[in-house]
């Protein structure tokens, strides 16, 4: 199967085609939510904060190629944050997070240096739903405090988007805030192939990690914009130009007023928050 006949089953459009953007036509089987078909047949994205910046939800499985996309963006001058490093920051040695692992897990999972021993506790918690929740309840909240922190100071330097790259994103509360949601695709056996090849993995502990988030199918469900990862890093490069173009359509100019009236600002991008929240809630 070429890379187009792909994206055509997928529901994306081919490669070149006119119409830019990458839009998914329909939830795939055996999902259980989905956005208007509008807003995914609509080929641009919606920006759905009319005068703030617009602020984008960048997620996929795992190593489908979320932080690939992500470096390109960074490359392009668009501020990414970037989930998976707050998450580093938030366990580092002196920080209230470790000290709650520690008091959980055990010293097991403390290297001789005072660092987190990732590797054990991965082994843990990629193979047991409980010790995973109990990691995520513990981890989560402080990483989202300081997403939050994050767009405010990108808000402040006068940014028109701002992107989230998030790996748990539709797991957790985080997609019913966002303006847009990107998901990164690639096919189960790419996503193990890749994920061994880049970890040194076993297929078992690939497999019990890719089993430990929701199926990339599902995700896609959610997506205003599906990036198809499937082909050459060429081709992903082509799409994540598209990509670029759209946003910086989507965003518009009305974010300036938002330094011009403060207030205002803040009082809108609370409420579109707010109705996004509740909309995305009653979908469900
Ligand atoms: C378990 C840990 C120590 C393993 O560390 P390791 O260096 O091997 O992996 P790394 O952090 O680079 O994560 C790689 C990928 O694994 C996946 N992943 C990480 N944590 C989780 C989780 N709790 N549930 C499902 N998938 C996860 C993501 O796709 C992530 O991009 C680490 O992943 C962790 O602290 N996870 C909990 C925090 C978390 O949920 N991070 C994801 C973004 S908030
Ligand atoms: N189009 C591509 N062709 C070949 N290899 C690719 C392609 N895109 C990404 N990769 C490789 O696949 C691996 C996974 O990509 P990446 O690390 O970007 O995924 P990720 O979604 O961020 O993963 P994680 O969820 O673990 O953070 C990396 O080694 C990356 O270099």
Redesign the pocket.
Known sequence: MTFNEGNRALGLLPLGSSRRQSAIEAPPAGAKYHYDRSRQLGQQPQPSQDCNMLVIGLT?G???????VSNILTVKGLPVVDA?IIARQVVEPGTPGLAKIRAHFGDAVIQKDGTLDRKALGSIIFNDKKQRAKLNSIVHPAVQKAMFWEVVKHWFRGERLCVLDV?LLIEGPLHKMVGNIVV?YCSEDTQLK??M??DGSSQEDAVSRLRSQMPIAQKMAYANIVVN?S???EE?DVQVDGLVQSLNKAAGWTWRLSWLLPLFALLAGGLAVLWRVAVATSRL
């Open positions: 996929g795992i190593a489908t190629g979320k932080s690939t998976d790996p990164v890749r994920l090849l880049r990862n082909g050459t890093r992903l």
